[in-house]
């Protein structure tokens, strides 16, 4: 029988840039393989290939994905084995803790042909320069939806009953635990990305990731309604009560939060507000309004004007945004074919042999 898959993302295009979570997710793992290489130079097809090994032999592991390339892996973790293989080149930059006694390098580099691109260098270089100031000009254009999205945000705070706010959190945190304790001497909180815009709009994988609890509470509301406060309420809990967490952040903004769950309770709390709009489809899943509950009412009426012109120019940054990403991927196909052109995929093969045979080792 294969092992459970859990998928996330532990980088995203934000509003503040490349934000990277991934040293939270490698916590108490004994050993990290880390692939190091250049572009399209087999790092995620030997990942994939070691996914379905492990996966199709009963483990459950933990998929990575990249937030620019949909079909491409950066990551996969086995928890029972301790071990996790991890592409590090830019830009999920791992800073090293034990190099040699956790950290394993491993060098793709030696798959390529370095004369035939020595022959390209200059288009390499150019092509990696497009990116770059592409990227940028996507983080840009997320900033400035950011701006925006916080005057939308003004609107709801200035009339939001903060009493009802706290006591709306009170009564949830009431109902998660329960007076519930943990069994975590020493409580870990991952931190990760349920969502990311990328080149092919915004992807999100909340049904993966919360498939199997018991308790989903789905949190509707608007912008400034107070979802984030909340969620770090609820995570800052569980942790002082000895639970192990796994907080999600904002894809767009990664200071807010969109997602807490707490897996020894069986319990989830997400943000499911547009663009990851759900609603509840099984038994367990409840609707929990900020809306509703704590903001004057009519504040949507006495305010449409203002709020459909935010919304408008908002949405407009978020799609010049990905149109960015697009275009940043467009570059990257090309300089790929460069590194496709010049990788002796064999020797790819003969690594992950290699590496697969290390951590059949860690089974006995």
């Known amino acids: 029988m294969s092992g459970k898959i859990v998928n996330y993302f532990v980088g995203g295009n934000t509003a503040k ?42 483990y459950d592991i933990e998929q990575i994905q990249s937030s620019f390339e949909n079909d491409k892996l950066v990551g996969l973790i086995i928890p029972d084995l301790k071990c996790a293989i991890i592409d590090t080149t830019q830009p999920h930059v791992l800073k090293p803790k034990a190099p040699g006694a956790i950290e394993q390098y491993v060098n793709l580099g030696v798959a390529w042909d370095t004369a035939l691109l020595s022959t390209n260098r200059q288009a390499i270089l150019n092509y990696q320069k497009q990116k770059s100031e592409t990227f940028e000009l996507a983080y840009k254009s997320f900033e400035r939806g950011l701006l ?113 769950i707490i897996r020894e309770l069986g319990v989830c709390i997400f943000d499911s507000t547009d663009p990851h709009e759900y609603f509840p489809n099984k ?48 570059i990257h196909d090309q300089l790929r074919k460069i590194y496709v052109d010049a990788t002796d995929f064999s020797v790819v093969d003969a690594i992950y042999e290699d590496i697969n045979e290390s951590i059949e080792k860690r089974e006995y």
């Not at 979570?21 to 130079?41: A, D, F, H, R």
Request: aromatic share 10%; charged share 30%.
């Open 283 to 330: 038994h367990g899943d409840e609707i929990i309004d900020l809306y509703e509950k704590t903001i004057t009412p009519g504040t949507d009426e006495a305010n449409e004007y203002e709020i459909n012109d935010l919304n408008k120019r908002y949405k407009q940054r978020m799609k010049e945004g990905i149109e960015y990403l697009q275009e940043a991927k467009s």
């Open 148 to 260: 925006i999205h916080d005057e939308l945000e003004s609107i709801y705070i200035s009339n939001i009953d903060f009493e009802k706010a706290d006591k709306v959190t009170k009564e949830l945190i009431d109902k998660i635990f329960i007076s519930k304790q943990g069994n975590c001497a020493k409580p870990i909180t991952r931190h990760r990305f349920f969502g990311a815009s990328t080149p092919s709009g915004v992807v999100d994988f909340i049904s993966n990731i919360t498939e199997g609890l018991k308790k989903r509470y789905f949190i509707k509301g608007r912008a400034g309604t107070g979802k984030s406060t909340l969620l770090k309420k609820i995570a800052e809990t569980a942790t002082e009560r000895d639970f192990d967490v796994e907080v999600y952040h904002c894809g767009f903004d990664p200071d807010s939060i969109d997602m807490v």
């Open 17 to 58: 840039g490349f934000y990277n979570l991934l040293e939270s997710n490698l916590q108490g793992l004994e050993i990290i393989y880390t692939l190091i290489g250049g572009p399209s130079n087999g790092k995620s097809s030997l990942i994939k290939r070691l996914a379905s090994k492990w996966s199709d032999k009963g």
